[in-house]
């Protein structure tokens, strides 16, 4: 299938924008989640990771429903967005300072999930409890950054601790198909949150210490936040469409 990277998964996702500004205690929630009701977005997993692995396989996923949203061998994988603007009641404070910093903070927003919402801003990983996924959007030293998420998946490679080590570990048949941190990244269009030579993640704010809140401190380092996202998201979208033109 053409792969478009415009297609927004939030518009064929039934009831996203229905009473978004109503939901979240007003900070905005949609009302279905395009990583398990979207079907443009399966359909667009299936066909860019269903490819020659990094071990020699080639996965060839099969898309299904509920637990079994895409299935392969022995594997489950769910859908994951990976950009972030941390709408959380615990946030609200820092929240209402960025849109008195914006003429029109609902349109700031509502753009941003247009473009984040593309396939650009998406991952697969295995599903199961205590997942990958959930781990990365519960544990607080993450708080769902997908830039410490990555540090931590480089510092399983080379056998270093992480918060979420543990949670990795599990899923050793899962990183074994990439052979190495290179071949991950590789295989999943992330070279634009790396260093050249694969040694470091770029981290976009703070640093990878994993000693701090993770959540942007300020108004400007929120901005520098949401910039950097996004470069990475355009960047990795142009990665993809090149990829399969």
């Known amino acids: 299938m053409k792969i ?3 297609t927004d998964f939030t518009l064929d996702t039934p009831h996203f924008w229905d009473d978004f500004w109503k939901n979240n205690g007003g900070l905005g929630s949609g009302g279905g989640d395009p990583d398990s009701l979207s079907k443009s977005l399966q359909l667009y997993h299936q066909t860019i990771w269903s490819r020659k692995l990094p071990n020699g396989e080639t996965m060839a996923l099969q898309c299904g429903t509920g637990s079994n949203y895409l299935t392969w061998k022995n594997f489950r994988f769910g859908s ?10 615990k946030y609200r404070n820092m929240l209402n300072e960025v849109k008195k910093a914006l003429p ?22 295995p599903k199961h409890a205590g997942s990958i996924n959930q781990a ?7 708080r769902d950054r997908w830039d410490l ?12 601790e992480s918060p979420i080590s543990s949670t990795l570990a599990r899923d050793k048949d899962f990183f074994d198909l990439f052979i190495d941190f290179k071949g991950f990244v590789d295989y999943f269009f992330l070279q634009d949150c790396v260093s050249a030579d694969y040694s470091s993640v770029n981290i976009w704010i ?7 809140d993770p959540l942007p401190k300020n108004v400007d380092e929120y901005f520098l936040w949401i910039n950097r996202q996004m470069d990475f998201l355009d960047k990795r979208n142009s990665r993809i ?3 399969f033109k």
């Open 4 to 6: 478009d990277i415009t």
């Open 80 to 89: 994951d967005s990976i950009i972030v603007s941390f709408r959380y009641e």
């Open 104 to 125: 029109d903070y609902r349109s700031f927003v509502e753009n941003y999930l247009h473009r984040s919402y593309t396939i650009g801003g998406m991952m697969i990983f």
């Open 136 to 142: 990365k959007g519960t544990n607080p030293k993450l």
């Open 149 to 160: 998420t990555l540090e931590c998946i480089r510092r399983y490679y080379i056998n270093e």
């Open 206 to 212: 703070g640093n990878a210490d994993f000693t701090e």
């Open 241 to 243: 469409a090149t990829a």
